[in-house]
């Protein structure tokens, strides 16, 4: 049996693991270890499983995770989500389908914040949601940009999504972070253009609130400048050179620390919960880490990504065929994986043969996350919508009702992206 055909097997071996409710760590670490033994023998496939996760997770660059994933945490414990959700309301309640339109906005900037589409879904169901009922917006749309708008936290930076990517692919996450704002601001733009001619369309989808007045609007921000103030300078500082992204990830972290206790937003013991669940995300995610570490080995010593370039590389397709295909590949894993796997499971394989034909890694990147936050939203098993479910008791057919029009604007952005690549390039071939 050839190495590439081994390979193969091992990558339906690990589908049906994860199908079977695997966890995906384990089932990384499983199917690499029991395809080098094969592939090689006992002895290398020990001696990988032992030294593979150190050698390559021994580094001061993955101290960005926690970093960040402090920071998200911290936030979480905060009225931050509350205070921003208020201000954007404010400002934009009186237009047509507006609550939903400063939904979106709120999990924007709450993504920017703390980088997580679950925290950004768990905060808005529990804010937002309740707020469109009580104006009468129709309840299947309201869920609809509700979900819809937390996986913007994948795009706009900190993104756990970029930051998984930058160390499976070895490329710079500052540059991956920066690729996300523009595509993250696109998308909150033509999401709003969107909720307002379904609106126009349709009265009944969202009513126009009340309107508020400038007092009220100019005092709701007084509350949110800090945590705007930080955000600026965690993503103005990447970009224009001052610190590099773990730095970032530290100021980050004790700025969202010191902002909770001066301003009372958060007690000791919510504090202390953060410190607790950031050190639970942080020993999975590390975990997940070591294991593809090990399946990466497998599947470089399978040569199935050269065999992969080598069968792309011979194609005499237009490059946004292959794009096409990458969106149709990840719609259909989107709809029985979550983000995060569906990352760890593709980059080994398709990264290297994308990459030898001409693919810019980080528009690729870019390009990538957008996918996954796609698939976080795509039925049947979009993660964000059981999220939203499970937090507001709300049928998940309801939720996957609403979305639809927002994964059609998705798709729309995606094209965007191949027609107009430096939606992604711009900004990251512009940093200091």
């Known amino acids: 049996m050839s190495s590439e055909l081994i390979g193969i097997l091992g990558i339906v071996v690990l589908l049906i693991l994860l199908a079977l409710k695997m966890w995906v760590g384990a089932a990384l670490a499983v199917v690499g270890f029991v395809g080098i033994w094969i592939l090689k023998n006992f002895s290398v496939a020990m ?48 237009f047509r389908g507006g609550l939903s339109s400063a ?23 529990r804010i937002a949601l309740p707020e469109m009922e009580a104006n009468n917006y129709d309840e299947s749309f309201a869920c609809g940009s509700t979900a819809a708008g937390a996986p913007l936290a994948l795009l706009i930076p900190p993104s756990m999504g970029f930051m998984m990517y930058g160390i499976i692919t070895e490329n710079s996450i500052s540059k991956l972070f920066m690729s996300g704002i523009g595509v993250g601001v696109a998308q909150i733009i033509l999401y709003c253009i969107l909720i307002w001619f379904l609106c126009r369309i349709n009265p009944k989808f969202g009513p126009q609130g009340p309107k508020a007045t400038w007092k009220q609007r100019f005092k709701s921000l007084l509350r949110v400048i800090p945590i705007i103030l930080l955000m600026v300078l965690v993503l103005g500082g990447i970009y224009l050179g001052w610190f590099t992204t773990t730095e970032a990830g530290a100021i980050g972290a004790f700025g969202a620390i010191v902002i909770s206790i001066i ?133 998940v057919e309801k939720i996957f009702k609403g979305v639809i029009p927002f994964i059609i604007m998705d798709v729309a952005i995606l094209a965007l992206m191949i027609i107009f690549p430096q939606l992604a390039t711009y900004i990251p071939n512009h940093m200091h």
């Open 47 to 94: 001696t990988i499983l032992g030294t593979a996760p150190f050698n390559n997770i021994n580094s001061y660059s993955f101290t960005v995770i926690p970093l960040f994933t402090l920071m998200g945490c911290v936030i979480a414990e905060t009225t931050m989500g509350v205070d921003l959700y208020a201000a954007v309301r404010h400002w934009l309640g009186h």
């Open 103 to 125: 939904t979106v906005v709120a999990c924007g900037i709450l993504g920017a914040i703390c980088g997580s589409a679950n925290t950004g879904v768990m905060i808005m169901s």
């Open 263 to 395: 301003f009372r937003q958060c007690k000791v013991k919510n504090l202390w919960k953060a410190f607790k669940d950031t050190a639970v995300l942080i020993g999975m995610i590390f975990f997940l880490l070591a294991s593809t570490y090990i399946f990466v080995q497998f599947m470089t010593m399978s040569h199935l990504p050269t065999m992969l370039a080598n069968f792309i590389m011979g194609l005499t397709v237009p490059k946004w065929v292959l794009s096409v295909a990458l969106i149709i590949l990840y719609l259909v894993l989107g709809m029985f994986l979550p983000e995060v796997p569906m990352l760890v499971l593709t980059m080994p394989v398709l990264y290297p043969a994308l990459t030898a034909i001409g693919y810019d890694p980080i528009w690729l990147g870019c390009f990538v996350v957008k996918l996954m936050a796609l698939g976080s939203i795509s039925p049947p098993v979009g993660m964000t919508v059981y999220t939203m479910s499970g937090v507001t008791r709300k049928p």
